[in-house]
Each structure stands twice: as C-alpha cells, then as structure tokens.
C-alpha cells in the first residue's frame, strides 16, 4: 500500500467520524428522518472503503472485517433508532469502532509501496534520470513509470511554436506511459523526478506548461530536479542554481559536495537579493551530493551493448576486423552563439582536416538543439549551417550522431575533441582523453604556429647547462625534453634524440660521459638516461628512493662512478656503470636541517670539484655550504657570513672560495681556515627582492665571473686586486617595459677552460667567450624546420600536468594550440594508460559514487 492510499482512507475514516457526530446533533433536534439518510450514506462510504482496500491489499484483511462489522453497526442503528433507550448509546459505539479501525489501518495497512513519475521531456537527456529509474525498477515496493513529456520550440517572440514529442524514442527496455494517460493530479506519485529546471524561463524551448516545477510540487510529496547535465570540474553558473527547477523543488541532486556548496552559495545569495529567505527550503537540505546518472550510464556503457548502424560499421571496423580511431566532435550552444561566423568557419576547417586524416573516423554529434539556436537567435547564419551538416552527411566519410543515444558514441569513441560541455566529463568518468577545440586555431596553421612559437620563445633551444664530449658540445632542450650537439669550431647544432614521454618537458637536465655511453641527470623523473653513442639507443636505469618532485641539479665523474648532486632531493645519488647499483648518502643533510626552519625550502646549486674526489655545493634557503668527499664518503657543513645570506653558487680560484648571491646579497670571499675575507656589497643591479641576481659564480683567467640572471650587468672580479669591473660587451641586452617572465637575461653561463659559454633563451644567442684574448663569437640556436616537426608535440608544457600536482580535472586535458594544431591532435598518442587512469582516480575522488552507483544511492536516499 502506498503512503497516498493509506491517507486517502485515514482521511476518509474522519468524515465518517464527522458524519456521526452530525448524526447525533440530529437526533438531538429530532431530526430523524435526516439521521437515517446519513447513516445509510455512512455504510455506502464503509462498503466503498473495504472495497478500495481490497483492490489495493487484497481479500483477508483485519481491517475490511471491522469495516463489515461497522456497516453492520450502521445498519442496526438506522432500525433501532426510535428506541428511545439504545438510540443514545449507538453513536458512542460506532466511533468506538471506528477508533479500532484506524489503528487497524496504521498498523495492518502500512505503507510499503511507493509510487515513482519520471517526466523526462528529451530522450536524449534520458540518462540523467535512467539509472535511478532501473533501481526503482529492480524494487518490487515501488511502482515506478516513465512519461515522458512533451515540448515547445519557442518562437522569436517567446511563444509556443512546434510542439515535439519524443515517447518513442527511448531504449526498448524502457516501458513508455503516455503523457496523456498518466493523471498525475489523482495518482499524486509519492515522488517525481525532472531534469528540465526552466518551466518558462529558456528562450529555445519550453516543455508542456502542466508539467512546470511551480505548478508538479503541490502534486507529490518529493518533487526532485536531477540536472541534465554534469559539470566538468568544482563550478558551476550562478543561472544554473537558481532556476524554477531549484526553487520549487524539495531536493536538488548534484554530482559532487563542492558542486553542492556551489548551489548552496548562490542559492543563498539570491534568498537575500530577493528577501526570500526560506520561502524555497532550506538549501542545505534542498541540495544533495550523490552523483549523477549521467555517470552510471558512460561508466556502465560497453561497445558491445550497442548494435553499430551499418553506415557505422563500415566507417570504424577495417576489414581486418580492428577499429580505426574515433574522434567525438562536439559542438556546442554556447560556442555557436559565442563564434558567430567564425565558428562556421572553424567547422568547416575542422571537418576538412579529419576528411584527409587516416586510420580515423570523425564521429560528429552536436548538440541536440544546435539548429533551433540558429533558427532562433543567429538566423542569418542558419542556411550555411545546416549546408555544412548537408555536404558532410551526403560525402558519406564519416558519421553524423543525431540520435538520442548519447552513450553509444561515447562507447564506440576514443577522443573527444570539441567544446566545452558536460560531455567532457562523461569521457574523464570513463578515463578518455578530452582536447579542447580553439576557434582560433584556423586555416593559417603555418603561420598561427610560427607567431606562437615566436612569441612564446619556443622557436629556438633552451638550456641551463652543457657538457663536452669528444670536443663536441652537447645540452639538453628544456622545451622539447630532447638533446643536441653543437661543433665547437662551427657552433653548428644539431638534434640527436628525445627522451621518453614524461610529465615534464625539461625532465633532464645536463648530462656527463664515461666510456662510450652518456648519463643524464633527472631533475623531474625517477630515471636514469643513458644514451650509447656508438649504437645510439636509450636505456633508462630507474631509482626508487624519491625524496622529492625536483630531483638532481649535475652529475660528477669519479672512477667508475657518476654521482649525481641535488637540485631539491635530500640525498647524493652514486651509480656504479659496471653493477647499475645505486646507492644514497644523506649524512650533510641533518645538519643542514637545523640552519632553516622549513627544510622544503631547501634546495642545492651545482658544485665544483675542488680535488679529484671532493666536491663543494652552495644551499639556498640557508647560508651553508656542502663538501662532499666522493672516495671516503664523509661530508661536511660550513656556515658563511651572515644567517640572512643565501648563495647561488661556488667557485674556486686555487686558494680561496667566491660565493655569488641568491637575491640582493655580497660577493663573499671566503676560506675555510680564516672565514669571511671579503665581502663585495651593491654588485646586484636593477632586481626585485625575490629575484634570482646572477647565475652560479665561475673562475676562470685570474677573474671571478658573474653573469646575470636578472641582474643589468655582467661583472668580473680580479681575484688578487679585488677590482670589481663591469664586462660591458657581455651585459645583456634588456629591453624597457619588458614582461618580466621573460626578462631573465642567461640561462646559462658555464667555463671549459679558458672559454665561457653563455645562452640568452630570450633571443637564442649563444655566446663564445675566451677569457684569455677577450674575443667572443655568437650564434643564434634556433629550431630548423625539420627537427621542429620533429619536436612539436613537446613544445612547451601545454600537453601534460604533472600527475602528483594535479588538483583538478581539466589540468589533464590536451588543448588545441597553435603548436598543437588539430592534425597534430589527430596523430597524437593518448595511450598513456598511467596518464589517463590517474585522471579517472581524481575524477572518482572529486565526484560521489562515481563507480556506476549513483542512481542506486538517489533511489535509496529519496525512499
């Protein structure tokens, strides 16, 4: 018995009750006549009462037998009425009975069935309610129906035109009640579910007015709004939570707690803007986190449940039976109304660039009210759009989705590219990759990707540090993850390899040789690089003792081992090249622990060799300094100058130590035995607080070197007068009123021998410069055409968010770019399963019940 049917006959237990105390007022006024025609309606009411519970619980029932036995009561007194002395105990009887019976009826008849109305208007929105629908199903205490109803277009003016009715458009194993045929005012279901928020408020289409938010909540005791659509990351628009279908309704089903608070936020904003406080809920009861159906169905979706149309097959199956690759495009309502012309444009150059791309299928599904935008708010850009859809269904390669079966193309489908749109989220609930469409990414891609490249500095190499084997120079491209190698006659340079995919694009730092083979140094990877130069392959030697997200800063030869100093990582790495053994030495590291109050600070700047075997490294965030004894393995922590001086590097001159500013600190001139010589005050020119000054100090012909990072000048020091002079042809060349991300004047400054080798990666020049006869040369190292298409999928750091770093969904989308244009898109390699599966777990840990249980947990709640 449902909770309707046992208040329709409680209610119907108290007008009998009234009727006999009108009975008895009649009596008194000797009303007879008027008694006996009350008490016999009485007794059609208490037959009429049995029978409805009868047809409802069935023959049997406690509760029809005392309803018998009061019509038998009813009939008795309508007989024995004139006899004076029973004529006034009869009405304290029947009520007697009465009372019976309705304790009967709470507790024999209890409500143990429900009555669920789902008013889904457009069956390709059906699965925002489905999977709460099949719980209700699979219950046998809920009866459960799915009506869907009718809508409107809306014409300019606002009123109602075409009307559209899409019952026999839903999955056959869902049975359709008729609109018509479902009275939803007598049956008052205990619950009813929509998805459509708007009643009168969307200018494109309207559902049936019967059928409003405002008018359904005095019709159920739950009226519930399940949004059509998800959100693809913590947010969601101020419109969307206010709607009819948030202020009429008595609960508000959202994906995720955050986009709760979301709801709860604007919704309280607009009780105050308004003074309608409370008059809608209580919004933190109003809205529940508990996932979205709209998940259950991408995430329980498979290939195989879906029988591919024979225009499908053909197009994504290769006759060796594999699947070709299958782009989702999705276009949306507000990209169209936001692009005007230039999004036509874009389509066209979209759909141009998949006709000729191979081995893959361009699924196109736009949004399934695309057309009535057009015809309502740009109908001066209708006729070419529906010309676009019309030349692309008639040349027949690829596939036009406008079926109101969402999840079948998100099944058969590999990518999304497209839009934003809720649909993106439905490929991170299933662990796919999503790229963002970019409108003004166009015909002119040669050029777009030059300027961009340009722009952006990624035109040329870029480098913190460099090595020398076999009288070649070699470097490692930070914006490629690459490296190279330069003639040091010519200063010609050439592309050699790239590394494996990473997160990062600079994952290697410099490198260093030991017979016949090359180690690079990971600064943000847990391997080892090892480049054979003779066979010319890679092999990578994994470590896994991480200590930290920044790891190594140079590698040092030592016999026949390479140790591998730290950038942020709280250790020495040491590899043995016969046994790959590593080991770690940490002992420096508790010391140092004690000089800072945040040891996360804490990072180390590259070292020099002052004997064969001892090394010496500078750490910033405190005013220490390392040495490193490599054969014995002992360590040692200096402290110099004052506690407030941090150093960006270390030199050695023969006698003494010269140690270079972080920030806006001295020169120092230092020596273990007497401490501080000297210090050298107001060498830092032109640089905020926070800035970096100088790259690391280097010795090299009698002078201390000091190149600038964002300091305005180049300076030598003479190590025995202590002059301090500027090197006015090595200064760099800075430009007033120029962005300060890109005012860092070398990357890189570094002595072999008596020669320095400087980079400018702002306008790729690098710098010869022998100390000795004081001639410098110069080369621009810029990218040539062929190793730039070698390249362009690692340009920049567009492509990939470190995994460990990612706090939102959408920080792992690709986004199409003018040095990642939609060919590239196309040939990319997404089956980076670490990559993807990582992006599902953070969508699951950001979203409830985001494993296909959503629907299950609604139905359960609201029950």
């Known amino acids: 018995m449902r909770k309707l049917h046992q208040k329709q006959i409680l209610d119907l237990l108290k007008t009998l009750d009234k009727a006999i105390d009108e009975i008895k007022r009649l009596l008194k006024n000797n009303q007879t006549p008027a008694a006996i025609n009350l008490l016999a309606d009485c007794q059609d009411g208490a037959v009429n009462i049995g029978e409805f519970i009868e047809e409802i619980q069935g023959e049997g029932t406690k509760t029809v037998g005392l309803l018998v036995e009061f019509s038998e009561m009813l009939y008795k007194a309508s007989t024995e009425i004139n006899d004076e002395s029973t004529r006034n105990k009869f009405a304290n009887q029947l009520q007697d009975k009465l009372r019976l019976i309705k304790n009967s009826v709470n507790n024999e008849l209890k409500p143990d069935k429900i009555e669920i109305a789902f008013f889904p208007y457009k069956a390709s929105m059906w699965d925002s309610l489905e999977s709460i629908y099949l719980a209700a199903k699979n219950d046998p205490a809920c009866d459960a129906y799915v009506v869907p109803i009718p809508y409107y277009d809306r014409l300019p003016g606002g009123a109602f035109g075409q009307m559209h009715y899409e019952g026999a458009e839903y999955p056959s194993n869902i049975p359709i009640t008729d609109w018509q045929a479902y009275n939803v005012e007598e049956r008052k279901p205990d619950i009813i579910f ?232 439905m490929f991170d609930a299933v662990g796919k990759p999503v790229v963002m469409q970019n409108v003004e990414v166009g015909e002119d891609v040669e050029t777009e990707r030059n300027k961009w490249l340009q722009e952006n500095f990624l035109d040329r190499v870029f480098f913190y540090r460099l090595f020398v084997v076999n009288d070649e120079i070699w470097f490692c491209d930070n914006h490629s993850n690459s490296f190279f190698k330069m003639n040091r006659e010519t200063l010609e340079h050439e592309y050699v390899e790239s590394f494996a995919y990473s997160l990062y694009n600079y994952s290697y730092l410099v490198g260093t040789f030991y017979k016949e083979r090359m180690y690079f140094v990971p600064r943000f990877t847990n391997k080892i690089a090892e480049y054979d130069i003779q066979k010319k392959t890679m092999a990578y030697i994994p470590y896994d003792n991480i200590k930290s997200d920044a790891n190594f800063q140079t590698a040092l030869n030592y016999g026949k081992y390479i140790y591998f100093t730290p950038y942020r990582y709280k250790a020495i790495m040491r590899l043995d090249t016969e046994s790959r053994q590593i080991d770690f030495f940490d002992d420096w590291f508790e010391p140092l622990k004690q000089l800072t109050t945040d ?258 947990m609604i139905f359960d709640f609201l029950k």
């Open 599 to 856: 040891e996360k600070q804490l990072s180390f700047i590259i070292p020099i060799k002052i004997t064969e075997n001892t090394i010496m490294f500078t750490v910033c965030g405190t005013n220490a300094v390392v040495e490193f004894n490599m054969e014995t393995l002992k360590s040692k922590v200096y402290e110099i100058g004052q506690k407030a001086y941090q150093y960006n590097g270390i030199c050695y001159d023969g006698i003494n130590y010269w140690l270079s500013p972080l920030y806006n600190g001295p020169v120092v001139k230092w020596n273990p035995d007497v401490g501080v010589i000297k210090e050298f005050a107001n060498v830092v020119e032109g640089c905020l607080p926070n800035d970096i000054s100088f790259r690391p100090i280097i010795f090299s012909e009698g002078y201390v070197w000091l190149f600038p990072h964002y300091s305005k000048r180049t300076l030598r020091i003479n190590i025995k007068t202590d002059e301090v002079l500027e090197v006015e042809e090595l200064n760099p060349n800075f430009i007033e009123g120029e962005s300060r991300v890109n005012s860092v004047a070398y990357t890189c400054s570094q002595s072999i021998g008596s020669v320095i080798y400087a980079y400018d990666g702002r306008d790729g020049t690098f710098i010869e410069y022998n100390c000795k006869t004081q001639k410098k040369r110069e080369k621009i190292l810029k990218y040539s055409p062929a190793v730039l298409e070698k390249i362009k999928p690692m340009l920049g750091s567009f492509l990939y968010r470190d995994i460990a770093k990612c706090q939102k969904v959408w920080e792992y989308y690709y986004y199409e770019h003018p040095s990642f244009v939609l060919s590239d898109c196309i040939n990319f390699n997404y089956e980076i399963n670490f990559y993807n599966s990582a992006k599902k777990q953070l969508f699951n840990a950001m979203n409830n019940n985001a494993d296909g249980t959503a629907g299950k």
């Open 194 to 425: 929509v998805h459509n928020p708007y009643d009168a408020n969307n200018y494109v289409t309207s559902v049936h007015p019967n059928f409003y938010c405002e008018r359904l909540k005095d019709l159920t005791d739950c009226l519930v709004y399940v949004p059509y659509f998800v959100c693809t990351g913590d947010e969601v628009s101020e419109h969307f939570c206010v709607l009819p279908g948030t202020l009429y309704t008595h609960k508000v089903i959202v994906q995720s707690e955050s986009i709760r608070q979301e709801y709860i936020k604007y919704f309280k904003e607009f009780e105050k803007k308004n003074n309608c406080r409370a008059v809608f809920g209580k919004p933190e009861d109003k809205f529940v986190a508990l996932g979205s159906p709209k998940f259950d169905k991408a995430i329980n979706s498979k290939p195989e449940d879906f029988a591919l149309p024979p225009e499908w097959q053909r197009l994504i199956i290769k006759p060796d039976g594999t699947k070709k690759k299958v782009f989702f495009y999705n276009t949306t309502i507000a990209a169209i109304l936001d692009g005007d012309e230039k999004y036509l444009q874009k389509i066209r150059h979209a759909l141009g660039v998949f006709r000729n791309a191979p081995d893959v299928v361009l699924l196109w599904r736009p949004h399934p009210l695309n057309e009535t935008t057009y015809q309502v708010m740009r109908p001066r850009l209708l006729d070419e759009y529906e010309r676009i859809i019309g030349e692309y269904k008639s040349e027949g390669w690829g596939i036009f989705d406008d079926s109101p079966d969402l999840h079948r193309a998100i099944a058969w489908s590999d990518v999304y590219y497209g839009d934003a749109s809720s649909v993106m989220a």
